[in-house]
């Protein structure tokens, strides 16, 4: 090594030393960025805390062990502007503000928008009480939340946690935080979440827009997103925007079991198809094909999400309250996502609606929404006859101004009337049954074998069918009729118009109506004594009796008598935390049903029918063509 070669090193580690000694930072530089190390890292602890709040949250929440203190954040009382910048980037303007709320009331409802997130955080419908008198509010502010997440670069960013601006798109209500219209009137109303040039100046032509249109008599929410100069803030490599949604649910009627066993997330996949998550159990889905709306639904009321287009996928789930919650039902939340590209896409199209779960109102909407009441869609007959038959007449008898009450037993009266020709038939099979039990009993006599059931059963048969009598007739109507009490089944406690509505001594017929409240719980029974549910009981105990006199024949299977028994004592556990209005149009049927069969009997003699009866005995039996090749087939195997 030569002498210029070591000058040459020896100069190139004198540069390189001073040039670490002159580019260190000073002792303030160090200890200036120490103290934003220190407030991020205070931030982000801040963040994990109540991340791990939350999940230990939701964990309690499934025990059934919620703590309702709230651990407070532990933030500093300054935040240097780089932790801003370092944690929202360009949003960092507007990491910073006071939430304030805009109400927006029309004829229906009365919304409120907060600047924190832009979103809707509270939404009252006007037309509508709670069970104890108060307003109908779906969601609060501290129950709720909405954001849109996306990247910058590689920060990522939700609006939740940003403050937005007012901006006034309607100048009748410029500088107004209480936006009230009415009528056939509508507005539009946006809230602005602006990017910086700098950590405090925000760029007025560059911001993230939530733009809401609303009418005055409608129930359904217009809401844009629309993007202003975003190419260089939003990741150019963005594909899609997530949606994030979630509220706990409050309670709204006077039967919380009930109301939760009707609480859960509806959807419709992009074919048309409803679907939802268990209304018994916690439940959740990963949905991996596109979805058209995604829906928070009460007993009576729903908050539902709708795209213009349609989500590409949605995660969705329901998280159940423990047992000593009185005052909410679910935790719902739901995220969901669409497509997006930075560079070509300026707004995103979507609905919120908040209203009653009323059908003629939800299907005006052709969105499917009307699916989420329970009318008995997966058995075609059940839904045919509420969609047809019974939401039309109950729809027409509304328009008298009637009380409901009435209103259940003209709809009552009207099926028996529809129904009466099964009933007549049902009727006149049981007659001839009772007529030709003496019969019937002295062929018993004859067999009174175990080993000869085969052969009574035969000659039985064959009375009935000299007789001229269908043992089956009866029972034909019976199943004729079945289609009917389920679909009255779904109808009743699904039907918001029973909602709130007196009618003698139940002040709810949408509810249970209790005459005794007692001070203990009765298993399978309940805390109450519901007089509509009682009279149900003692009326269908009634029928059973009067049912089994007429078709008694004495070859009941043995135990069958005390089941048909037993049966209307468990419906009576069953049905006494019921709607009223069920137990009272069962009422109402069981009691028809005696008035049709007195009228019945009136009418029909009884001696000319057993006279008949036996005419029928002595003509002589026509053969079906079934039997005839059944008879040829046996001769000929006997002569083989």
């Known amino acids: ?343 070509v896409d300026k707004s995103l199209g979507m609905q919120f609606y908040y209203g009653p779960n009323k059908y003629n109102l939800m299907r005006k909407y052709k969105l499917d929404l009307e699916r989420q009441i329970p009318l008995g869609w997966s058995f075609f007959l059940m839904q045919w006859i509420n969609r047809f038959a019974v939401i039309p007449v109950f729809n027409f008898l509304e328009g008298f101004d009637i009380n409901y009450g009435i209103i259940i037993l003209i709809l009552t009266i009207l099926l028996k009337i529809v129904l009466f020709p099964i009933a007549y038939k049902t009727y006149m099979s049981s007659a001839k049954m009772k007529l030709l039990k003496p019969e019937i009993d002295e062929i018993g006599s004859k067999f009174p074998k175990k080993e000869d059931a085969m052969k009574k059963q035969q000659a039985v048969m064959s009375l009935y069918k000299k007789a001229g009598v269908n043992p089956m007739a009866g029972c034909v109507p019976m199943l004729l009729q079945f289609p009917i009490l389920l679909a009255m089944f779904r109808f009743f406690p699904a039907s918001i118009e029973l909602r709130q509505q007196a009618f003698l001594w139940a002040d709810d017929l949408s509810s249970y109506d209790s005459v005794l409240d007692l001070p203990f719980t009765i298993p399978f029974y309940g805390d109450h004594v519901s007089l509509f549910t009682l009279l149900m009981t003692i009326s269908t105990i009634i029928y059973t009796k009067m049912n089994n006199d007429m078709m008694s024949t004495g070859n009941q299977m043995p135990g069958m008598k005390t089941m048909m028994y037993m049966m209307p004592i468990m419906f009576l556990g069953f049905f006494n935390s019921f709607a009223s209005g069920l137990s009272y149009y069962y009422l109402l049927a069981n009691l028809l049903t005696f008035a049709q069969m007195f009228f019945i009997r009136r009418f029909v003699d009884e001696d000319k029918l057993h006279a008949r009866i036996q005419e029928n005995k002595k003509k002589p039996v026509k053969k079906s063509n079934f039997q005839k090749r059944l008879e040829e087939l046996s001769k000929n195997q006997g002569k083989k």
Not at 29 to 48: F, G, H, P, Y
Not at 154 to 159: A, D, G, K, L, Q
Not at 199 to 227: C, G, H
């Open 1 to 343: 090594m030569n002498k210029n070669t070591i000058i040459g090193l020896v100069l190139i580690f004198a540069i390189m030393v001073g040039y670490t000694i002159l580019m260190s930072p000073s002792k303030e530089e160090l200890e200036s960025k120490k103290r934003a190390q220190d407030s991020i890292e205070i931030v982000q602890r801040s963040l994990n805390d109540s991340a791990k709040a939350l999940q230990l949250r939701q964990e309690q929440l499934k025990a059934g062990t919620e703590s309702l203190t709230v651990v407070p954040e532990t933030t500093p009382d300054v935040i240097p502007a780089e932790v801003y910048r370092s944690v929202y980037g360009p949003f960092a303007p507007s990491a910073q503000g006071i939430d304030q709320d805009y109400v927006i009331e029309t004829d229906l409802l009365k919304i409120t928008i907060s600047s924190l997130g832009g979103r809707i955080s509270q939404v009252e419908l006007k037309e509508y009480k709670t069970f104890d008198g108060k307003p109908t509010t779906l969601f609060i502010p501290d129950s709720s939340a909405f954001g849109i997440a996306f990247f910058t670069d590689v920060r990522p960013v939700s609006t939740e946690k940003l403050y937005f601006a007012p901006h006034w798109i309607d100048s009748r209500f410029e500088g107004s935080d209480n936006l009230v219209i009415t009528g056939e009137d509508s507005l539009r109303f946006s809230m602005r979440l602006y990017a910086g040039v700098s950590d405090s100046v925000i760029s007025p032509d560059k911001y993230i827009e939530f733009a809401y249109t609303v009418r005055a008599d409608n129930y359904m929410i217009d809401f844009d997103v629309n993007f202003s100069n975003m190419e260089g803030i939003i990741a150019p490599n963005t594909k899609e925007m997530n949606i994030n949604w979630a509220a706990r649910l409050i309670r709204q009627e006077k039967s919380l079991e009930n109301e939760k066993l009707n609480t859960t997330v509806h959807f419709r996949h992009s074919d048309g198809e409803v679907d939802y998550l268990s209304e018994r159990k916690d439940d959740s889905k990963n949905i991996n094909t596109r979805v058209k709306w995604v829906s928070f639904k009460q007993q009576f009321f729903s908050g539902t999400l709708i795209a213009d287009e349609l989500f590409q996928n949605a995660e969705i789930a329901k998280v159940g309250e423990p047992e000593k919650e009185t005052k909410y039902l679910e935790q719902m939340t739901a995220t969901l996502s669409l497509p997006f590209n930075p560079m």
